[in-house]
């Protein structure tokens, strides 16, 4: 490999299905390859900042012990209505796991960006400079589950809307090879499937609110008069949401890559793993190590590691 070769590392957005940056991470790391440039939108811009920050191996031991019940944990349903994330509770888990409150991002051992979206202009925005924990809460604002974060005198949502695999970035930071990591390359067709009842006693249920969901759905079922049969699948209120993203994103995705392709494109097989699914880490983790293993002889060609 050439010296002055310079590998730009693209992990874009998908929630849950982002642990599988980890194992994408790790499996290049175990074949000797490491980025100079890492850009992230949403969990991607996440698992960067850890990476980078040298706290991924204590991420990913944290995220392989998250149940299902510390998931929902995470999230609460109240009035006002801005946001159903426990924001000093995954502040907690950020800044323990990802990074520290006073680590900026030109301390970092190579250059990084998250991509987040301006509230008011639709405009694309860069973060490559600053606190790192705010470049990463800026990228991961979901509208629906996150408040809009002020970061930079500018109001700022989620890069996925924008941007959702920042190849673009790592190109305009100066990488000469692009990998690049699209968590919903599978997604179409497989995000709403009927999910098996959930016990009354499970706790868990109350993630973001299942109860307000079912309400929702059944009432604006009655309203217009609807009748479906007893066994049809009807998706919930956050079905909804998290379909609607999934479809966004794959088309903005699609647009983005045809007039600017990665140099490699990593695509690991996740679409059974749902947007707020966080507690199946290992699955994802897996996932992602097996596609570089995959595809690593194109990797390495790519690099000019093998003729």
Known sequence: MKDSLKIGLALGSGSARGWAHIGVINALEKAGIKADIVVGTSIGSLVGA???????????????QLTKLETAGFFKIGFPFNGVVNKDKLHDFLSCY????????ESLSARYASVATDLHSGQEVWNTQGKLLEAVWSSISLPGLFPAIKHHNRWLID??????????????????????????????????????????????????????????TNYTGNFFGEERPAKEYVPDMFAAIAASVNITQDRITRSRMAGDPPDVLLQPRISHIGLLEFYRAAEAIQSGEKCVEKNLAEIQFCLGQRQ
């Open 159 to 216: 890069g996925g809307l924008v941007n959702p695999v920042p190849v673009s970035v790592c190109r305009a930071l100066g990488a000469d090879i692009v990998i690049a990591v699209n968590l919903n390359g599978d997604i179409l067709g497989k995000h709403l499937h009927q999910n098996p009842p959930v016990p009354k006693n499970d706790q868990s249920a109350s993630l973001l609110g299942n109860r307000l969901s079912e309400f929702i």
């Open 50 to 64: 850890a990476y980078l920050s040298n706290k991924l191996p204590d991420l990913q031991q944290r995220l392989l």
């Open 98 to 105: 990802v990074a520290d409150d006073s680590m900026l991002i």
